[in-house]
């Protein structure tokens, strides 16, 4: 039964990520009052990049032919747990620790694997990376904490089913913890201020300049993972901090309509995003710690209002 | 049967390390003989004590023996209660792996140093710790604890012939000394308060001592035995000691002997003096906290790969004080379960860094020795010729970073949960330092994965930096197995996390007497489960998912693109000749994370330029130098040498070599003694 239902928890969120990045795109172009590529360019892409051959560099080991592999893997695992439309007692990933070390575990293998080929541009990126999740592991962790500890249980399965009961003033420091919470997942995914997911600029490209030596299928495997871990982050947001969806029934329409209702909210914060992509410039790197340090420290406030409530 | 291998079962591993010391000091004419004889009996002795520390854990007994002396206040008093059986199958296992190491490591120093004396110390260290962790008596306790010091300090001063060693060896004597000088004062000041130096008349006094003794016992016990365990700012001889001696003795020295630090702050603290105020429990924790934190900054500062895991070690000593001082927070607060829980993640992680920081700094030994140096940026491309070194340091740095499912993830899970239940404690104060714990905790994770992507990264991958890299071979066979066998317990403490967890639970129930329900922590053979459902986790259940997910990957895409080639070709570096100054280097990778901390670092770079002539634009000569301020000799240690340096010249001048002054200082002391005492009995 169970292995069932992570079944579809892994095809929904494999299915509907790429269509995430998809609108963002589209957002951004209208904003730009440009026509934009369809919203399904994305699964073309992938299509097109698992039809290709690949070329791998000399220099480059084991490491790098697995990391895709194992980026995706965690991706997977975490998509077992999110709470999309049902929220199972028991998941993998579903103590919000076991998520944060498993978005580690991807993050560790792209940036080895981007240090594997020898390039510049390779270990300036991961060099890129690693700073900023490991400045924004204090943020993503209080921000998540609050939920949990308004609700009372870190699973995260849990916090999404019993966020709908609470009490008008308790969304207060959940509405900060969301703040918080929106700075770690614009960072963690590689997007505006904290990285221009567009460009290939060697002075600013952090995510890019990790993958820039892959091809083929592995790229494929990539961007479907980027994809996959954006998607991942815009469900959290959107069902750890507001009133949720979750269905208490197992079974039957209730199920389908809850699993929408996420797809739909997840896309409007896929929107947001946009619209701080086409509104604001990126950021100078040295100034990102004071963002991801704002995000921390909104975490910690949220987290003290929420004890003492 | 069982009965008699348990009583026995010390005495037989010490029969072991006994012959192993000895026998290699009568065949030190031949190294070869002489270096299988004394890991071979090393690899014995801790075969025999993991049997036997494993069986009293199981079984739940206590062993004691006791041996009156003619000496007065000296008695050999020995007692295994099963926490002292759970570091001694701490040390136990990983010497197992050390000396299956040490055969292959120590074959490159036949003919250069005398390894008849080098066995004969790492068997009378690895003895001298075991006996520690059973002694029950304070002046065969201290009689122990200078061997153990003494044993390791020669260790550690093996390599004489190279520079820094003897430099190394000198700061450590100096500071675990001074060490001892306070562990000694504070069992003067339990035995002023008790009457006794047996450690049972302590257990059973320790509710008696007044708030005066007991902080002042609790002062000179955090430093005396923190100085060993590597707290900051008493650390700074673990970054000099550790990588200066042979690889396998670092590995026990950063992952055993600084635990004899943590073990008997849990004696001194939860069993010799109890209750303590909550606010002692706070200072251990943030002691904790800011150990783990600069512990893992200053790591990331390194390019020693040695003195690199030796500040890891400090980071890890700074976990395991969290769980400990929330611990100590919990007790003095009366939440007993919470503190069990609490408890348990500490003496979980204590387990778990001993194995990885075994296996890292074997990994690191092998690394050396293969390339001659301990300088990281003159590796690279290690993982295409050393293939099991490089999986095994992978392992150990997936395992130090906390990620799933190997066992650093489970206690760092712990410890997080146990400190997640402190912030409802209800004070505020409390809950502030709680959360400073929990902060430090998740930014410790974060730069420690960080800093394992430069230390891996840089050590193993792309290309190799220099010659020596470029020629390095594969270690031998020993050294590997050593290593695999660590990197396996790392994921055997990972996944059978349920299986451990009542084990520990029953050790936390001997030190504290606490044996309540188990409400705060649960666990079955799959699933570790905290306060009431909390929170839960399942490792073999994470593994499995992960090890699935993983292959269904694999075949779904081999099945899509099972038609498409793969060319191997140059790595793209914009048309340019590729050469090994392109890559990163570990100054480059972590420079800028440096920079953002640099409040607590202190970056430095000095710049020598000689221009020519009177010109501002051309010079003849630039060096750029970078490097980090030594906060603490410039700042604690200097200012300490100055005082102590002016009060030693001021009493100098009384001096004078005069014998009939001296005479006259001893008539005076005298005179002052007696009217002391007449007034005292007043």
């Known amino acids: 039964m169970n292995i069932i239902f992570f079944f579809f928890q892994i095809l929904f969120v494999l299915l509907f990520s790429p269509l995430c990045i998809g609108v963002i795109r589209k957002v951004n172009a209208l904003m730009q009052s440009r026509k934009g590529a369809s919203i399904f360019q994305p699964y073309r892409n992938l299509k097109k990049l698992f039809h290709k051959d690949e070329i791998i560099s000399e220099d480059a080991s084991w490491i790098f032919r697995i990391a895709p592999y194992v980026v995706s893997a965690s991706t997977l695992v975490i998509a077992t747990s999110v709470p999309i439309a049902f929220a199972p007692a028991f998941a993998p990933a579903g ?86 919470f929106f700075l770690v997942l614009l960072s963690e995914n590689a997007r505006y201020p904290f990285d221009n997911p567009a460009t290939h600029l060697e002075l600013t490209m952090v995510h890019e300049a990790m993958i820039l030596e892959y091809s083929g299928k592995r790229l494929a495997l990539l961007e479907w993972a980027a994809a996959n871990k954006l998607f991942i982050f ?26 929408l209702l996420t797809l739909f909210k997840s896309l409007i914060l896929a929107g947001v995003i946009a619209l701080i992509e086409s509104s604001i410039p990126k950021l100078r790197y040295f100034r990102l710690p004071d963002l991801l340090f704002t995000s921390f420290v909104l975490g910690v406030i949220s987290l003290i209002i929420s004890i003492a409530m | 049967m069982v009965d008699v291998i348990i009583q026995n079962g010390l005495a037989i591993t010490l029969v072991f390390f006994l012959v192993g010391a000895f026998g290699s000091i009568l065949f030190q004419k031949s190294p070869r003989i002489c270096n299988a004889w004394s890991h071979a009996f090393a690899f014995l002795g801790s075969a025999a004590g993991v049997l036997f520390s494993a069986m009293v854990l199981v079984l739940g007994k206590t062993v004691s023996y006791q041996q009156e002396t003619t000496l007065p206040l000296f008695e050999i008093s020995v007692r295994i209660d099963p926490l002292a059986a759970f570091f001694i199958f ?31 110390f790492y068997n009378v260290f690895i003895a ?77 006094n320790a509710d008696e001592l007044t ?63 109890h209750p303590y ?47 400990f001082g929330g611990a100590m927070i919990f007790a003095s607060l009366g939440l007993q379960s919470f503190m069990r829980l609490s408890l348990v993640g500490a003496f979980y992680h204590t387990v778990n860094h001993a194995v990885f920081k075994a296996l890292l700094f074997l990994g690191a030994g092998s690394v050396a020795h293969a390339t001659h140096t301990r300088n990281i940026e003159e590796y690279g491309g290690l993982i295409k010729t050393m293939t099991w070194t490089a999986l095994c340091f992978l392992i150990g740095s997936m395992a130090i970073s906390g990620l799933p499912p190997f066992n650093g993830f489970v206690s760092e899970w712990l410890t997080f949960q146990a400190l997640f239940s402190g912030i409802s404690s209800g004070n ?68 059978f996390a349920g299986s451990v967890i009542p084990v520990l639970s029953h050790i936390v129930q001997s030190v504290t007497g606490f044996s309540g329900h188990a409400a705060a922590l649960f666990s079955t053979s799959t699933t570790v489960s905290v306060r009431n459902q909390f929170a839960s986790i399942s490792p073999p259940i994470i593994a499995l998912a992960y090890i699935g997910a993983l292959i269904v990957v694999m075949l779904s895409v081999y099945s899509v693109t099972r038609r498409r080639t793969v060319t191997r070709g140059l ?87 005069n014998v009939n002054a001296y005479i006259l200082y001893i008539v005076l002391v005298f005179i002052c003694m007696i009217v002391w005492l007449s007034l005292s009995n007043v």
């Open chain 2, 211 to 273: 708030p005066s003794v007991q902080t002042a016992v609790f002062i000179l016990a955090l430093i005396g035995f923190g100085t060993k365990a590597g707290i900051i700012p008493l650390h700074i001889w673990l970054p000099h000691a550790h990588p200066a001696a042979p690889a396998h003795v670092s590995a026990l020295m950063s992952g055993v002997m600084i635990k004899t630090g943590i073990f008997m702050l849990i004696r001194f603290f939860l069993e010799f003096s």
């Open chain 2, 428 to 495: 505020v104060f409390l809950t502030i330092i709680f959360i400073a714990g929990i902060a430090s905790l998740a930014f410790t994770g974060g730069l420690a994965l960080a800093c394992f992507v430069k230390a891996f990264g840089v050590t193993f991958l792309a290309r190799a930096r220099s010659n020596e890299a470029h020629d390095a071979q594969e270690c031998s066979i020993s050294m590997r197995a050593g290593m695999i066998v660590l990197a396996l317990l790392t994921l055997v403490f990972g996944v």
């Open chain 1, 95 to 180: 103590d919000i620790l076991v998520t944060i070390y498993l978005v580690a575990m991807g993050t560790f293998f792209l940036a080895l694997a981007a240090m594997d080929t020898g390039s510049a541009f390779g270990g300036t990126g991961s060099s890129r990376e690693m700073t900023l999740a490991a400045l924004a592991e204090g943020g993503l962790l209080f921000t998540m904490l609050v939920p949990a500890v308004i609700v009372g249980s870190t699973n995260i399965g849990m916090i999404a089913s019993r966020i709908g009961t609470l009490s008008i003033f308790q969304y207060a420091p959940l509405l900060m913890a969301f703040v918080g």
């Open chain 2, 90 to 120: 701490i040390v136990s296992i990983v010497a197992l792996c050390t000396s299956l190491y040490g055969i292959g490591y120590m074959a490159h120093y036949h003919g250069k140093y005398n390894l008849g004396i080098f066995g004969f």
């Open chain 2, 128 to 204: 001298s710790m075991l006996l520690i962790f059973s002694a029950q008596h304070a002046v065969y306790f201290l009689l122990l604890w200078e061997l153990m010091s003494l044993a390791s300090y020669m260790l550690v001063t093996f390599e004489n012939r190279t520079e820094g060693t003897v430099y190394a060896g000198y700061i450590y004597f100096v500071m675990t000394h001074a060490a001892t000088a306070c562990i000694a004062f504070a069992f003067l000041l339990l035995y002023h308060a008790a009457g006794s130096f047996d450690f049972d008349v302590l257990r059973a």
């Open chain 1, 234 to 259: 815009l469900i959290l947001a959107a069902n750890l901090f507001f009133p949720s969806t979750i269905s208490g029934a197992v079974f039957g329409i209730t199920l389908i309509v809850s699993g």
């Open chain 2, 571 to 657: 790595t793209w570096d914009c048309g340019t000749p590729l050469t090994r100054r392109m890559e990163i280097t570990a100054t480059g990778f972590s420079r800028s994370l440096l920079m953002i901390c640099k409040t607590f670092v202190r970056p430095l770079k000095n710049v020598h330029i000689q221009h020519i002539d009177q010109s501002h634009y051309f010079f003849t000569f630039q060096k750029i130098e970078l490097s980090f301020l030594d906060i603490y000799e410039l700042y604690f240690y200097r200012p300490i040498a100055v005082c102590a340096e002016y009060v030693t010249d001021r009493a100098r001048k009384i001096q004078s070599g």
């Open chain 2, 277 to 323: 105020a909550p606010w002692i429990g706070s200072i251990i924790l943030l002691i904790g906290a800011a150990s783990s934190l600069l512990g893992v900054l200053y790591a990331l500062c390194e390019h020693d790969l040695k003195r690199l895991l030796a500040y890891h070690s400090i980071e890890n000593i700074g976990i395991i004080l969290l769980g």
